[in-house]
């Protein structure tokens, strides 16, 4: 950022900001306690943007067990349990920050998951497996944007399908035709084909998985801002390997 008592700077900015780090300080501040809500304004629904100062007291996961509720009434954003989630004292609270990237959190949480279901990945390949397929073998419902893992389906402990593999799911290149059924062998050539590009963008960064580990698990000083780049890289990289696992679990099982 630069300067912000440059001549190109509004006068209201400069009074608000005599300099730039003061100024970078409360951007973070507003960005990381700002939550984006649905209004209703007389008869129309608008996108609203509400400040909450105790913001981030509240955690995220894609699987929380509080959500947040605007009292229409007194005008107040209250902090509610989801149905069927206890929460006893000293117990965490979680929200959930709705669909996004890791670099998206990063940039204005400090924080990335390696299995954030939203996370997503470019292929080049002109290869692509069978939708419902992929889905079906492990036990994935919902559409695109709701795709959740139907746990009720699964025999026994199952703790490979997370976040993870609901990414994989929307990221890989898929086809659908209708009624029309994936062929096995023709499924396993196009898993195959990603699965090397997947191998292939591993293979392309600098460090491995382990090494990434062992920079965070070591004693020495890291710097805040180096801990958080090596966790995102790492991050995308156990995605990556996640996608390979699942695609040989696809390749084991696909049936029709």
Known sequence: MGNV?????PLKLKRLAPDHV???????????????????????????NVLAPYADMLNHSPDANCFLHWRFKDRMLEVMIKAGHAIKKGDEMTI???SGVNSS????????????????????SDAKIHLDSFLSVFNIAGLHDELYHNSALTLGENTFVDGGVVAAARTLPT???GDVPAIPSVERKSAQALQEECQTMLES????????????DSDGHIR??????????????????????????YQDRILF
């Open 5 to 9: 008592q440059h001549k190109t700077i």
């Open 22 to 48: 003061r100024f970078l300080w409360a951007l973070s501040i507003v960005q990381s306690r700002s939550v984006n809500l649905k209004l209703r304004m007389g008869a129309f629904i608008q996108d609203a």
């Open 96 to 98: 959930d920050y709705m």
């Open 105 to 124: 959190f990063m940039e204005r949480y400090g924080f990335s998951s390696p299995t954030n279901p939203w996370e997503l990945l470019n292929f080049s």
């Open 175 to 177: 086809w659908s035709d």
């Open 205 to 216: 960064f600098s460090t491995t998985i382990q090494q990434d580990q062992d920079i965070l």
């Open 224 to 249: 805040r801002t180096r801990e958080i780049a090596i966790k995102y890289r790492l991050h995308r990289k156990l995605l990556l390997q996640k996608i390979i696992d699942a695609l040989d679990i």
